[in-house]
């Protein structure tokens, strides 16, 4: 247990701080493109729709909403890898309809931000860092 406690205590002090600042960026294109859906669903019905025969009329408002809550729960750092693995399911599904264009492009660079903060965390200035952390050195003494 001590070897675990020495080894969090090693990457929450080598945690580089510019990785706050990204996470903090791909929250706010997250919750910006989900106000952009709510704004317009129409752009996503209609890409849906030509990759779906059938219609599913919950998808829409789903996504958005999941962007949404999502880029926030990422700026502030709370259940930063539950949020990040839904995000990729949906990035992942944008990713297969679209072929090309702007949009194709941010999808890719938001693919790979999500993946890495899949695997680095939210770091030590974040949400989970306040609640869960201390919780985790307190049961290690």
Do not use: C
């Amino acid at each position: 247990m001590k070897n675990n406690t020495g080894l969090l205590h090693w990457r929450t002090s080598h945690h580089p701080q510019w990785l706050v600042f990204i996470r903090v960026v791909l929250g706010l294109l997250l919750f910006a493109k989900g106000i952009e859906f709510i704004r317009d669903t129409s752009q996503l019905n209609m890409l849906l729709q030509q990759h779906f025969s059938t219609k599913f009329p919950m998808v829409p408002f789903l996504i958005s909403w999941a962007h949404l809550i999502g880029g926030a729960f990422i700026i502030i750092g709370l259940f930063t890898r539950v949020v990040v693995i839904v995000q990729l399911v949906i990035v992942t599904g944008a990713l297969w309809m679209q072929q090309s264009g702007n949009d194709t492009l941010l999808a890719v660079f938001i693919f790979v931000l999500l993946f890495l903060f899949l695997i680095e965390g939210s770091g030590p200035v974040s949400m989970d860092h306040y609640f869960f952390r201390k919780e985790e050195m307190r049961q290690a003494n």
